[in-house]
């Protein structure tokens, strides 16, 4: 089952820190399920994200790609690193302009315009576009904002 990661404690007036709980997800019904996980705490300055994900449960040795998933095919890389021999993934992103937050559809109709935040193998993004392959893919389980 799935269990968001903890979040630390932040004082408000000092920081605009967020987080976002990255899983994966089932493509068919985009329910969670189990696998490698994460979060990523981030800032976002009008539409300049930067922050760091940390992660774990992952394969060693392998290279991810943190993007900010646009639309179609397109996405904004944030940063790229790989696993540890413990399956344990760092990767930290300096501020990047993402663009205008995005409304969506699906579970986020209706809510205010956010951004999608995904984790995928770095072999599955090339200039800035995106190798549909989500069952390797970890998801957002709320929207950046």
């Known amino acids: 089952m799935y269990k968001p990661m903890a979040t630390p404690a932040v004082n408000s007036s000092k920081s605009n820190t ?7 997800k089932n493509p068919e ?13 981030y800032t976002l300055n009008g539409t300049k994200l930067s922050g760091v994900f940390n ?3 992952f394969a060693s040795d392998t290279a991810y790609n943190l993007v900010s998933y646009k639309n179609g095919d ?5 940063g790229t690193g790989s696993t540890n021999a413990r399956g344990e993934l760092h990767v930290i ?13 699906g579970d986020y109709k209706g809510q205010p315009a956010g951004y999608k935040i995904w984790l995928v193998p770095a072999v599955n993004v090339a200039n800035g576009k995106l190798a549909w392959h989500p069952n390797a893919f970890l998801f957002e389980t ?4």
């Open 74 to 78: 397109n996405v904004i890389s944030l």
């Open 18 to 24: 967020k987080n976002v709980d990255l899983a994966k």
């Open 55 to 57: 992660g774990h449960g």
């Open 142 to 145: 709320s929207l950046a904002r």
């Open 29 to 41: 019904t985009w329910r969670i399920i189990l696998g490698p996980m994460g979060q990523y705490s």
């Open 93 to 105: 992103n300096d501020a990047i302009d993402v663009g205008a937050a995005q409304e969506w559809t």
